[in-house]
Nanobody, 121 residues
Framework: QVQLVESGGGLVQPGGSLRLSCAAS????????MGWYRQAPGKGRELVAV???????NYADSVKGRFTISRDDAKKMVYLQMDSLKPEDTAVYLC???????????????WGKGTLVTVSS
């Protein structure tokens, strides 16, 4: 009933930039939290950046000053501007959201399938 679809991944050289987008669709009343996690080969999933409906943002220390998260509630989208990319940023980036179907139902979390970002020369 709810889908998160990421786009914008690809191959970029070290020092370059990419902008990821995630669109939420389906039966959605409102979205509390949207954000990005990543999973590098052979590693666990880690938080990259999240933002709440109260405009609170949280970044991983490793991306502070380089990545910027933003959201458009009217379009139900979240973006991740990634600058000064490093090889260690290579990972599958997954969109994450906490939302609810109606005013009367509980919030739940959901994930997109991910988009691959490769930083290499």
């Amino acid at each position: 009933q709810v889908q998160l679809v990421e786009s914008g991944g690809g191959l970029v050289q070290p020092g370059g930039s990419l902008r990821l987008s995630c669109a939420a669709s389906g039966s959605i009343f409102d979205i509390n939290t949207m954000g990005w996690y990543r999973q590098a080969p052979g590693k666990g999933r880690e938080l990259v950046a999240v933002t709440t409906s109260g405009d609170t943002t949280n970044y991983a220390d490793s991306v502070k000053g380089r990545f910027t998260i933003s959201r458009d509630d009217a379009k139900k989208m979240v973006y991740l501007q990634m600058d000064s990319l490093k090889p260690e940023d290579t990972a599958v980036y997954l969109c994450y959201a906490v939302l609810r179907h109606t005013y009367y139902t509980s919030y739940f979390s959901t994930w997109g399938k991910g988009t691959l970002v490769t930083v290499s020369s």
